[in-house]
């Protein structure tokens, strides 16, 4: 920090304050790179003052941190000359680095977010060749490598610039230097600046605007706190407590030192006059005499309350013995979460992911309905197998009166889908049927299903249908070819839930939210089994399929999430025509259980999926800026051909009752698929 201490400045003393509760909420990796970050700058590269050998070995040390594997970012170093303006080098031309690395937008913008801090050490005190300024500044050094980290990889909508400042002490050189080089159209679309300062000292964390936070009447400026003020919703969310400047007046002045709400003597001012700017500092602007943020703490270890420049406290043997072995890696944890979630959503990487798990979001519903339109069909397929029983069970002879036949079916299924849903389905259906042949028959009926998946992050929660069903059963005793079709038409009402997740480099999570929505879904599904069976004899029959499985489904377009919510999305309607085929072998088995026919019988299939209807892209709108977005999105690749396997028993228990159990499984398959199903039918 930039101190230019009044003569006023003296001692006041107290018990520490106690460490903010979410040291013991956050998550472990937070801070752990910046820690070491911190601590290196401190013992390795002590004296790193302006014009100094180990100000070069920093910035290089500073390139070396904020250049990451597997990153596109751009990294380069600004080179740059002044005249010291004040202090032991006043006059002289000093040349110092700037350590820039360029974070791309995908959205080309032209709006870039600045996130700085200064590297560079002062020359305040005689010994200030060993000045480790672990507080002032490797503790802010330390946290802007992380941010560089934590970004990384992460889709943002605008560009962002993380600067590592040289020669901020005595005079803000770096930061100006840096700001003199932006053109005036960067200038006027520049989203902000976050500066970082002095993190340890303190008894308390600060957030504050820069002196463009009000007009020239004392009006505060939206515009030009927002930053601070989005940072200090983020912290109140995450449980840590962040302040700001209260404005004390001090005794015989008129005015605060600062304005409410503002900050001030480091970089950010450099930027304060051309954008908004928040610093993020730890201090106790609440002590005085002068209540102007330079007297940083009551701790009765820390002679004076400050340790601004000296060699002799600013160091990690001083300040781990005042305030405990915690404090630094707490500080870097927290000044981490806030700032990572706060460069998230400046930059609508925020939003982005959620437009993002959206289309995830389509596709598992659309799966999802899919399977359920499938297993829509089972009733019928189970009525088919009904009839076979009725064969064996030597059927009366066709009549007027017997030719119609009304009959219900019931029953609940457990499903298991990866990421797709699980859960237990209920379903209902009466049907009425003709006999236009004795080896013909078709029918008709409605159907009402229920179902509640409790496990499934991204996906449908439940889901509630009716529809209409028409189908057509061919084939008997007396011929060895056989043929299922089965048509649906459904509605559904959806209970959907979208988990917006947001991960940073090295998997350090910096959004995970959970969106509820209503959905209203169409679904038209066609299902056809033809068969041959090479063998026919009174208990066993056994032959080759071949099935063709279509569904439509339509998606109306709903809100997902509350206007509370940044992650939070108007999503459009959305379309997809889904085809499969299978080719498989069947065997069934009919056999005398208490008296009552019954059969065993299975199935394998090889299934090749013609189109998954798949969608990668996707338009939606914020609730959060009211934005239109498309966003698209790369399929993984999907297992396209994949096995099957079925095993079902069924029993006619009563002459109009008929009870069936199968379960089944996909296999050769990442994904698999399994469900296992008892119901009951029963004919009038």
């Known amino acids: 920090m930039d101190t230019n201490l009044s003569p006023l400045k003296i001692s006041v003393v107290a018990a520490l304050t106690l460490l903010t509760s979410s040291q013991v909420f956050a998550e472990a990796k937070y801070g752990d790179y910046g820690t070491e970050t911190a601590l290196t700058l401190a013992r390795d590269y002590a004296g790193r003052y302006t014009g100094s050998d180990k100000e070069v070995q920093a910035a290089d040390y500073m390139q070396q941190r904020m250049t990451i594997d597997g990153s596109n970012n751009q990294v380069n170093r600004q080179t740059f000359d002044f005249v010291a303006p004040r202090g032991l080098f006043r006059g002289q031309t000093l040349t110092s680095n700037n350590v820039v690395v360029t974070q791309k937008g995908s959205a080309d913008t032209n709006r870039t977010l600045f996130v700085g801090a200064h590297y560079d050490s002062a020359v305040a005190y005689p010994n200030y060749a060993n000045l480790e300024a672990l507080d002032d500044n490797a503790s802010g050094s330390g946290v802007l490598t992380e941010l560089t980290k934590n970004l990384t990889g992460i889709e943002t909508e605008h560009d962002i610039q993380f600067v590592a400042f040289g020669a901020e002490e005595g005079g803000l050189n770096g930061s100006k230097a840096f700001v003199d080089q932006l053109t005036d159209a960067e200038k006027s679309t520049a989203l902000g600046m976050i500066n970082l300062d002095s993190l340890i000292t303190g008894d308390k964390m600060y957030a504050n605007a820069g002196r463009n936070a009000y007009d020239n009447d004392g009006n505060e400026v939206a515009a030009n706190v927002s930053l601070r003020e989005n940072a200090l919703r983020i912290a109140k969310e ?20 600062e304005p409410y709400g503002v900050g001030c003597c480091s970089d950010q001012e450099s930027f304060d006059s051309v954008m908004q700017v928040v610093g993020f500092e730890a201090t106790n602007w609440g002590l005085g005499p002068d209540y102007d943020g330079y007297t940083q703490t009551e701790n009765p270890d820390i002679p004076g309350g400050y340790t601004w420049h000296n060699p002799a406290l600013d160091n990690e043997e001083v300040l781990t013995a005042a305030f405990g072995e915690e404090r630094i890696a707490q500080r870097m944890r927290d000044y981490s979460r806030i700032i990572s979630r706060l460069i998230v959503e400046q930059t609508n990487a925020d939003i982005i992911a959620s437009t993002k798990s959206a289309i995830n979001l389509q596709n598992t519903m659309g799966l999802a309905l899919q399977d359920n339109a499938t297993d829509s069909h089972s009733a019928v397929l189970e009525r088919a197998n009904a009839l076979a029983l009725h064969t064996l069970d030597d059927a009366e002879p066709l009549d007027s009166e ?9 029953s609940q299924s457990y499903v298991d889908a990866n990421e797709v849903q699980e859960g237990t389905r209920a379903n209902i259906g009466l049907y009425g049927e003709y006999t236009v042949l004795p080896s013909w028959r078709v029918g008709a009926g409605v159907q009402a299903a229920n179902q509640n998946n409790n496990t499934v992050e991204n996906g449908i929660k439940k889901d509630t249908s009716y529809g209409i ?7 008997g005793k007396d011929t060895a070819w056989w043929n299922t079709t089965s048509l649906s038409l459904s509605k559904h009402d959806l209970d959907v839930n979208r988990t917006v997740k947001l ?4 998997g350090i999570n910096i959004i995970n939210n959970s969106e509820r929505g209503d959905a209203d879904a169409d679904v038209f599904s066609a299902y056809n089994e033809l068969g041959y069976n090479f063998l026919i004899k009174k208990n066993v029959a056994h032959g080759a399929f071949l099935g063709l499985n279509y569904s439509d489904t339509d998606i109306d ?11 939070a999305l108007k999503v459009d309607s959305t379309s997809r025509e889904a085809w499969d085929s299978e080719l498989g072998y069947q065997l069934q088995y009919g056999f005398d259980l208490m008296g009552t026919p019954a059969k065993l019988q299975g199935k394998i299939a090889y299934v090749h999926v013609i189109d998954d209807g798949l969608t990668d892209s996707l338009s939606t709108t914020s609730l959060a800026d009211d934005q239109t977005r498309e966003v698209s999105i790369t399929q993984t690749d999907k297992d396209d051909d994949y096995g099957r396997f079925e095993l079902s028993v069924s029993n006619k228990v009563h002459k109009n009752v008929y009870a069936y159990l199968n379960g089944d499984t996909t296999f050769a398959r990442d994904d698999k698929d399994s469900s296992v199903q008892l119901g009951l039918q029963y004919q009038f």
């Open 402 to 410: 017997s030719r119609t036949q009304v009959w219900v079916d019931g």
């Open 238 to 257: 995450l449980g840590i407590t962040l302040e700001v400047n209260t404005a004390i007046i001090a005794p015989g002045e008129t005015e605060p030192y």
């Open 557 to 567: 377009g709903y809100t997902s999430g509350n206007a509370n919510s940044r992650t």
């Open 503 to 506: 991960d940073g480099n090295d």
């Open 469 to 475: 069903q028409a189908y057509s059963l061919l084939g």
